[in-house]
């Protein structure tokens, strides 16, 4: 009863944070669920069953590598900013909760691909909410932040998510809906390209990611035919992207033909003259920091922890202290913990990406590994992972891989004993 209670809560909380995104970030929602989580997971030990595997075994150092830094930390710094610091690693835990709900596991799926059926939807909603009828503002109700903001980065992968399972048919609609939830989609994704390089480029590495590696899987025959429709679907949404005004005052873009020109050419193009470049320069200039005084310098081992201002310890000069580590999380590792836990970060990608090579790789497990790389590729611009709106969803979806791997494990053992 506990267990299904917590299942619910989970899954509201998660919607929310799907749907609303920074929004209710300082709700401190996730946090509560996390621990709740916790509990549970000590509570339930006895009963409590996992793939223990190398993933794992790596998730379970992570987690102990920030408990110790953590106590290191609280000698240096203020606390909060030393927990804030330590739930980059912390939000793991979030994948190994997953297994609480193995008697409700296929319930808990598609609990989950219910939120993102409609997500589209709602994210619509709000934008014409916030652009037509508030004037392109929203009431700030927690911590400041306006209640209808949203991260393009993030809703690039949100965007995926739906994308994939409405590929794989895990979330349906009657043949009206489908064909709008894709026009949405599209135009949704128009505009994240126009705001946001690093979201553009997440949602296309995990969709080509999912599209090459499925190309010869048979349950997928209507995938080609979804591929035929991307340019009526382009024709449809693009005249609603050009009736579309937003402007983002703070990185001089709007909505465009010549911004998104210019935002995909930017990738590959350096031009000194735009704000892009230098979007592209700063960041490098600390990413070259962060790689001397680790690798080249004398925070080779350690790293310089969890508490620290990265931003102010590093000599990045920002309008005020918000910033604190740099848009790149797997630097972020390297500047807090050192070479030795970067290089386990990276050994824990491989060995979550490498199992797609195998001849018999579940799609649904290609789903869910696909859109981990989408996770990673966002968090490889922008501090991502760092917080609750996109560590949330990345490490649910890692759990709900990580725990299906053992069902399909499991399932193969027994029928070896059948025969």
Same mark, same amino acid.
């Given at each position: 009863?506990?267990?299904r209670?917590?299942?619910?809560? /989970?899954?509201?909380v998660?919607a929310?944070y $799907?749907?609303?995104?920074r929004?209710i ?5 996730a946090?509560l ?21 190398r993933?794992v075994?790596f998730?379970?150092?992570f987690?102990f590598?920030?408990?110790v830094?953590?106590?290191i930390?609280?000698?240096r ?12 690693f ?9 297994p $609480?709900?193995k008697d409700?596991?296929e319930?808990?799926k598609?609990?989950v691909f219910?939120?993102y059926k ?5 994210v ?5 909410l916030k652009t037509k009828?508030l004037n392109?503002t ?11 903001e ?11 998510i739906t994308?994939l399972?409405?590929l794989?048919g ?6 009206? /809906?489908?064909?709008l939830?894709?026009?949405?989609v599209v ?9 946001n390089?690093?979201g553009?480029?997440?949602f296309?590495?995990?969709m080509l990611f999912f599209l090459?590696?499925?190309?010869k899987?048979?349950a997928?025959?209507?995938i ?16 609603l992207?050009?009736?579309?005004n937003?402007? !983002?005052?703070v ?5 465009g033909?010549?911004q998104?020109?210019k ?5 590959i193009v350096? !031009?000194e003259?735009?704000?892009l470049?230098?979007?592209? $320069?700063?960041?490098l200039a600390?990413w070259s920091k ?12 350690t790293g310089k922890?969890l ?12 309008? !005020? ?8 999380f797997?630097?972020?590792v ?6 030795p836990?970067?290089?386990?970060w990276i050994?824990f990608l ?6 797609v ?5 579940p ?5 869910y ?8 590729v966002?968090?490889?611009f922008d501090?991502?992972?760092e917080?609750?709106?996109?560590a ?10 990580? /725990?299906?791997?053992?069902l ?8 070896v004993?059948?025969y």
């Amino acid at each position: 009863m506990l267990t299904r209670v917590y299942m619910h809560f /989970y899954l509201v909380v998660l919607a929310l944070y $799907v749907y609303f995104n920074r929004g209710i970030a300082y709700t401190y929602l996730a946090e509560l669920t996390w621990l709740i989580g916790f509990l549970l997971i000590i509570r339930n030990w006895k009963n409590y069953s996992f793939p223990w595997d190398r993933k794992v075994a790596f998730l379970l150092g992570f987690l102990f590598i920030s408990f110790v830094y953590t106590i290191i930390g609280l000698t240096r710094y203020g606390a909060l900013d030393v927990v804030r610091d330590g739930f980059m690693f912390n939000y793991m835990l979030f994948a190994l909760v997953i297994p $609480v709900f193995k008697d409700q596991f296929e319930e808990f799926k598609i609990g989950v691909f219910r939120i993102y059926k409609w997500l589209p939807f709602v994210v619509l909603a709000g934008l014409l909410l916030k652009t037509k009828i508030l004037n392109h503002t929203s009431p700030a109700i927690f911590g400041g932040i306006p209640i209808l903001e949203y991260k393009n980065g993030d809703l690039a992968v949100q965007l995926l998510i739906t994308s994939l399972l409405l590929l794989t048919g895990n979330i349906r609609y009657s043949l009206r /809906y489908q064909f709008l939830n894709a026009i949405v989609v599209v135009y949704l994704f128009l505009l994240v390209a126009t705001f946001n390089r690093g979201g553009m480029l997440a949602f296309l590495v995990g969709m080509l990611f999912f599209l090459y590696y499925a190309r010869k899987n048979a349950a997928l025959v209507n995938i080609k035919s979804y591929i035929k429709v991307v340019l009526v679907l382009l024709c449809l949404s693009f005249p609603l992207y050009l009736l579309t005004n937003i402007k !983002d005052p703070v990185q001089g873009r709007d909505t465009g033909i010549a911004q998104l020109q210019k935002n995909i050419t930017s990738i590959i193009v350096k !031009d000194e003259k735009t704000a892009l470049s230098g979007n592209i $320069v700063w960041r490098l200039a600390w990413w070259s920091k962060i790689v001397d005084y680790t690798i080249a310098g004398p925070y080779f081992l350690t790293g310089k922890g969890l508490g620290i201002n990265l931003a102010t310890a590093d000599g990045i000069k920002m309008e !005020d202290n918000s910033l604190r580590s740099p848009h790149n999380f797997h630097l972020n590792v390297l500047a807090r913990f050192g070479v030795p836990i970067a290089v386990a970060w990276i050994s824990f990608l491989v060995l979550v990406i490498r199992g797609v090579r195998k001849r018999d790789f579940p799609l649904e497990h290609l789903l869910y590994v696909a859109v981990f790389i989408s996770f990673m590729v966002n968090a490889s611009f922008d501090v991502a992972l760092e917080g609750p709106m996109s560590a949330f969803p990345c490490w649910t979806f890692l759990g709900i891989l990580f /725990y299906s791997e053992m069902l399909s494990s499991c399932t193969k053992t027994e029928r070896v004993g059948v025969y």
